[in-house]
């Protein structure tokens, strides 16, 4: 099994920047693919971003050019850099590990963008 923990969420003015992180529990290898997902209120869950071995990644539409997906190895640690926050960013984001035993996902933080 692996434990993910997600921080970072909060409170953003428009225009403004985040960073989240998710740690898991245990050793992740580069191979399996780390994302992020989030889920506003009466919207379905969607993808973020995800990245895979070595740099690759993809992203929603709707965040590219402002969010950028990375990850540490080593720390077992996958990173999502927000930047131009807008308010339909306003969500609760999750992130999410396939391993070979199954998918994971983490316990959710609150990200709002509000004046």
């Known amino acids: 099994q692996v434990q993910l923990v997600e921080s970072g969420g909060g409170l953003v003015q428009p225009g403004g920047s985040l960073r989240l992180s998710c740690a898991a529990s245990r050793r992740i290898f580069s191979i399996n693919p780390m994302a992020w997902y989030r889920q506003a209120p009466g919207k379905q869950r969607e993808l973020v971003a995800r990245i895979t071995s070595g740099t690759s990644t993809n992203y929603a539409e709707s965040v590219k050019g402002r969010f950028t997906i990375s990850r540490d190895n080593a720390k077992n640690t996958v990173y999502l850099q927000m930047n131009s926050l807008k308010p339909e960013d306003t969500a609760v984001y999750y992130c999410?590990?396939?391993?070979?035993?199954?998918?994971?996902w983490g316990q959710g933080t609150q990200v709002t963008v509000s004046s």
């Open positions: 999410n590990v396939v391993v070979a035993g199954g998918v994971y």
